[in-house]
């Protein structure tokens, strides 16, 4: 470590702390929702809650997440210090400053709008523009870890970058990509239409761009957690990652197929031709490819790792594993909540069985299964992972880490199943509270109840995770040096240049993303729509 | 993996370039094929729509779906209310004048609402404070006929349309009177929560849920606090009976005809007081 630990530091806490409270108000959401609930609480302070939840869970505790994590893989992963440091505390001070802007109207009830905005809907300006600073301060880490890897391989020359920061600044590409939809809708639509310019507003133009960085976000999310299964997992499990360049592919093909795809949350929207939609959803299909080649490339190597260990025989290898290690153990729960949650995105990312689940608690069980689940609880390994070379102290006993990741797994299957099931029934999502009296309604009551409970539990993790961190700050044991990426079973001495920077690979998103959101995006300008009243909510 | 050896990097990596580009694009092309060509096509024939339809629906340069015959509704429409919110009223309500609107409120409203917005008689509505929308709506319903009074229908049919948006500019931007604490006497606790929930049993949507400013309700409904307790009884009994009947969608006349006497009264004697 080279003296970017308060960095990191500072980073982890914003996040942590907005998820802790984020998981209050989500166990408060699932409360009021509840028969226990009824009668508690008004819908403008559901969606409130909903929104500060929303923004506190999608935006402020990934986008800190990354940006720490990205700093700390940078100076541990190169092994040089961080270049620009000082910027790299600009931006972290312009995106708390961006947190302040957007939660002072979403506390004071002038922009529940939920994150995902929603125009005609427009909330107080001051959101929008606290959730530019947050976008503004994450771009400025952008450049800097594109920076830091440039600086390396101009001192490397021909040696392959390692594969945390290779997949760090793709993950940094991607988001530039990413926020780029949002960034259109905001600035030149709904900030301009919350001002007060105009009276109507483009919704649908509003939801296509925000389609072009809805999806891809999710996997700025998920990357982290991927970068943990590729390096972390196969090291605390004793083992070598089986391959660095499908790891390096995995990325790529995030980088290229999470971006032209936005359009599957469109499906039952009006304004798209159906061959539009086809495209984007065929090539949705390919966001699956880097997903199976890493439970592929990890199980392999978990397997080596067994092996090694001393397990035999096709399945014996499993139960050698060290699964006391709370990485370890993250991964496998990871792996069970991704495959559940995977299956649940192939189903909604077809246009038929979509119109069937579309805007019930399906989607909601889907999404709180893949980011809540497996995205989360890697994000909770990669913290229990590097907390002590942050801190310089180290865990008394595993127990407790072991404890929380368990309680997170078992209360994201609880809540996330029964909301399966209920969608399927047809409970609506982004309803502040259902009448339990209506026959067809009161059925779905014990099912509410069963997933409050899993609430609770998650609850109840979130608050032993900080706890488990916070004791690290003054704990007894010094923490060991131990390395922190595995090593692959042949390390790469040399990668094609395609597989070791991203040149080429931009300019494939960038003929992708004409091909696929060039005329959706254009019809707007040829053919400009009547437009919807602007409906402000502050 | 490419050996390493004595070849150049770059001739190693031209074939990466070539390949990543070919699969990517067939890909895409084979979208395209399926998605703009093959299924639009084969959809299309089973109902009788050609192949040049059915392809330039599936792009989105023709409405509708290439799966389907296009739905046309030609039941004429029967508006309860002749406001429409386009663009171009919405931009003379942006325009409207308060001075403007205070000259003709001095001339003709005065004698009932008040100078202030502030009415004469229980049976008269408060408009101070009121939203510029909200009266622009009723002005101009009773200009078309779609709410009815005797004084009221002879005013606002004087009046054009840049004078009725100076006139709720003006009652718009009149202060708020202060809540009366001799009007805030704690309500009945049904009562709140028929504010503040509804009442889902009965399909009774709360009443805060557009009544309340910055609810995000429909722009014209009104906002209730301090509203005359008499005058609110009497709209809620006329909507209950289907006399009024200016109510987009009849929302108003349905709530209203599930309410009991008992909640009409609570619910009128609730919003003759400011929020708490």
Redesign the interface.
Known sequence: MRNVERLCLAHFWVAFAAFLAAAVLGTWQMWVRSPLGA?VG???QYFLSVTAHGVSMAYVLTIFFIMGFGYFVAVTALGRPLPGKLWAWIAFWIAIIGVVMALVPILM??A?VLYTFYPP?TASPWFYIGLVFIVAGSWIWCVLMLVAMRQWKRDNP?RPVPLAMFATVANSVLWLWTTVGVAIELVFQVIPASLGF???IDAGLARTLFSWTLHAIVYFWLIPAYIAFYTMVPRAAGGRLYSD?MGRFTFILFL?YSLPVGMHHLLMDP?????????QV??TA?VSVPTLLTIFTVTASLEIAGRLRGGRGVFGWITALPWQRPTVLAAGLAFVMLGFGGFGGIINMGYGVNAMVHNTSWVTAHFHLIFGGSVVIMYFAIAYEIWPSLTGHDHASSAPLRMQLWLWFLGMMVMTLPWHWLGLQGQWRRIA???Y??PIISGWGPLVIVSLGGGLVLLASALLFVRNLVILHGGPLPALQRPLYALAVHP????????NGFG??NV?VL??ML??YG??IA?FVITPSP?A?V???? | MPPTSASEPHVLDRPWRIWASIVVFGIVLSGVILGVLIIPVIQGRSEGIDAYTAICRALGILPGSPAKQQVSDRTPPTPVSQVVWTPDVLQILADARPERGRAKVLEVCVACHGEQGVSVAPEYPHLAGQSGAAIYKQLSDYRTGSRTHESMTIIAKDLDEPTLADVAAYYAAQPKRNPNPATLAESPPAIVRLVELGDPSRNIPPCAACHRPGSGGPIETPILSEQGQDYIVLQLKMYASGERRNDVYGRMRAIASRLTQTEINGLAAYYRAGFR
């Open positions: 009668n008004t819908p403008g009830g002038q529940s809907l021909g105009g009276q109507t360049t290229v304004e798209h031709g159906n061959g539009w939609k086809f495209i065929l090539l390919f509270n259902f009448n009296a209506d790469p001495q040399r990668v094609p240049a395609a597989l080429l690979w494939l003929i992708l091909l696929a005329y959706p019809q437009g009243m409906h402000r909510v502050h």
